[in-house]
């Protein structure tokens, strides 16, 4: 192991990052454990905006389900570039 490597910790996905198509519009939902045991939601819209949410998850299905609830409730708007 080299120094680089201390600086660059191992990033662990989930295996519910994929990719959701809405109305014709592809949303690359991402899912990673940020602080040990908690998980953390990003979703990067077709013009590479990324949006995180402020709050990490117990795990990585309440992650995923927070983004069903927000495309199901908002809409593609809230994926939006402002």
């Given amino acids: 192991m080299t120094a680089a490597d201390d600086l660059d910790p191992e990033i662990k996905h ?3 990052c994929q990719v959701v198509v809405k109305d014709g ?3 690359d939902v991402q899912i990673y454990e940020g602080d040990p045991g908690r ?3 990003e979703v990067v819209n ?3 905006t ?3 949410w402020d ?9 995923f389900v927070e983004f069903t609830r927000t495309l199901d409730e ?3 708007a809230a994926f939006a570039d402002e």
């Fill in 25 to 27: 519009v592809s949303l």
């Fill in 14 to 16: 989930s295996p519910l």
């Fill in 39 to 41: 998980w953390l939601l």
């Fill in 74 to 76: 908002e809409g593609l």
């Fill in 55 to 63: 709050d990490q998850f117990d795990d990585d299905q309440a992650a």
């Fill in 46 to 48: 077709p013009r590479g």
């Fill in 50 to 52: 990324s949006i995180v």
